[in-house]
């Protein structure tokens, strides 16, 4: 069973600060990744996907991947209390079956 | 508004009773997908289809059944043969990013 591992936290950071949450993943032949925002009680919601190596930026949000070291990390700059929330990684299995391992998540406190 | 639509919100099974969960989606896409997620654990994948009349068994099938009888409804029967099927149903379709958009999930609890 390939494996995607986080941080269960949960990672406590004040208000403005950078948040910076980790993953990693064992099958070397993963193509696609994927950062998903879950409130407390509701689904899964996209926040950034990322299918090459470097760095992709959308508003406060970073993702960044390194195939070689099999890690993918989301970057949440500016941290608001809104922000508080588990933060679940995916990765696309290879094969071509569009079909993601997802982590357990990293729960994350943006306090005032 | 297009989206996926989840029924019910909470759901109570009985001891030895089949449930059916909903889902319908109005997104026109292709693959669907059923998954079920346990507090602390990461989404587990039940069943899945990717076309109209056919579906796949994915990692935690056993006490389960689904149909996929049009393209927009995907519905979940929980049987009496899973034994532990207190969780939180989520039923997503595949976008063309290669993501999920996900329904607002549905409570499952045994009474």
């Known amino acids: 069973q390939k494996e995607v591992e986080q941080n269960s936290g949960p990672l406590s950071v004040p208000e403005g600060a950078i948040a910076s949450l980790n993953c990693t993943y064992s099958?070397?032949?993963?193509?696609?990744f994927f950062w998903y925002r879950q409130y407390s009680g509701k689904s899964p919601e996209l926040i950034m996907f990322i299918y090459s190596n470097g760095d992709k930026e959308d508003g406060r949000f970073t993702a960044q991947l390194n195939k070689a070291s099999q890690y993918v990390s989301l970057l949440i700059r500016d941290s608001q209390p809104s922000d508080s929330a588990t933060y679940l990684c995916?990765?696309?299995?290879?094969?071509?079956?569009?079909?993601?391992?997802f982590g357990r998540g990293t729960s994350l406190i943006v306090h005032p | 508004d297009g989206g996926i639509t989840q029924s019910p919100k909470y759901l109570f099974r009985k001891e030895g009773q089949n449930v059916t969960l909903s889902c319908e989606q109005n997104l026109n896409h292709d693959a669907m997908y059923w998954y079920r997620q346990d507090p602390g654990q990461g989404l587990r994948l039940i069943y899945y289809?990717?076309?109209?009349?056919?579906?796949q068994k994915g990692d935690i099938a056993e006490g389960y059944s689904v149909s996929r009888e049009k393209k927009e409804s995907f519905p979940l029967t929980v049987t009496s043969a899973q034994k532990n099927p207190t969780a939180f149903y989520l039923c997503a379709s595949l976008t063309g990013f290669g993501s999920y958009t996900f329904g607002s999930g549905t409570r499952l609890t045994v009474v």
């Open positions: 995916a990765v696309n299995r290879p094969g071509g079956s569009y079909i993601p391992t």
């Open positions: 099958d070397r032949g993963s193509q696609s």
């Open positions: 289809s990717q076309i109209v009349n056919d579906f």
